[in-house]
């Protein structure tokens, strides 16, 4: 389980998250949505420990981020919005690094990857540099880098963003699995098809402030909508929809 506990933060004088709380249940897909610059990679990145708040709490699995970040480290996976590989080293040696420093050695580490090479269907670009890699590429080894050492817990900042369409598939599918598996998972996007198939649960966010969190249907059934893109609509966008309405008639 995630907590999240009345978190602030503001950049340069500007609030951007308000207050915001909210929790991601054990063994579900949780997905998190807002319009462009409603805060979500800023809740993601003090979520990971890769920003402090400026006040408020983050649990992960019962132990705060910011006093104990190597330990909720090693119970998450991350992939992130600006994602980095090292591109003088394959794949191989990339994932073997990473695994390392979550302390894999040995069989455990030949195990984990072996595991996340098939899982993802990494044979071809195993070992390759990964340098001048695609997107769809990319992707794939960051998201083996954030499974290589079996984390309860997985955290994706858009994780189809420029991915093709078997990509993104084999994405959807692991992330499932991984569902079914049991592990935590929450993740962000912009693609209502992807969040309606994935998620159990949804989380909606506006100026830095929770305006839904409910299972998609049930969020849908509440705004009185009939699909997920006029529900997200009207939560993530209401006040604004209706001022802009009542300037263009005024
Ligand atoms: N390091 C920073 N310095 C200044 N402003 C920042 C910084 N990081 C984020 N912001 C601002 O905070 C706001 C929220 O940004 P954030 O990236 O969290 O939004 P988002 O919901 O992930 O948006 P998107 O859907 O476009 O990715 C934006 O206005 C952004 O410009």
Not at 124 to 139: C, H, I, P
């Amino acid at each position: 389980m995630i907590e999240v506990r009345s978190l602030r933060k503001e950049f340069a004088g500007r609030p951007v998250l308000r207050d915001l709380s909210f929790d991601i249940p054990d063994g579900r897909i949780t997905a998190l949505l807002g319009a462009n610059g409603a805060g979500k990679t800023t809740c993601l990145r003090i979520v990971t420990g890769l920003l402090r708040a400026d006040s408020g709490q983050v649990l992960v699995g019962g132990i705060d981020v910011a006093s104990e970040p190597l330990a909720v480290r090693r119970q998450l996976g991350v992939v992130g919005d600006r994602e980095g590989l090292y591109e003088r080293l394959s794949v191989k040696e990339y994932l073997t690094l990473f695994a390392q420093m979550q302390g894999l050695r040995g069989r455990d580490l030949s195990r984990s990857l072996e595991a996340v090479r098939s899982e993802l269907e990494l044979g071809d670009l195993w070992a390759r540099r990964t340098v001048g890699f695609s997107q769809g590429e990319r992707m794939k080894v960051s998201l083996a880098r954030a499974l290589v050492h079996r984390p309860q817990h997985l955290i994706l900042d858009e994780p189809t963003r420029g991915l093709d369409v078997l990509a993104a598939r084999l994405l959807r599918r692991t992330l499932l699995r991984l569902r079914d598996a049991g592990t935590t998972i929450v993740f962000s996007s912009h693609v209502m098809s992807e969040v309606l198939e994935l998620s159990d649960r949804v989380l909606i966010m506006a100026d830095g402030r929770l305006v839904g969190d409910d299972e998609p249907r049930a969020l849908m059934a509440r705004s009185g909508c009939d699909n997920l893109e006029d529900t997200f609509v009207s939560l993530a966008y209401g006040q604004q929809t209706e001022s802009l309405e009542q300037e263009v008639l005024a």
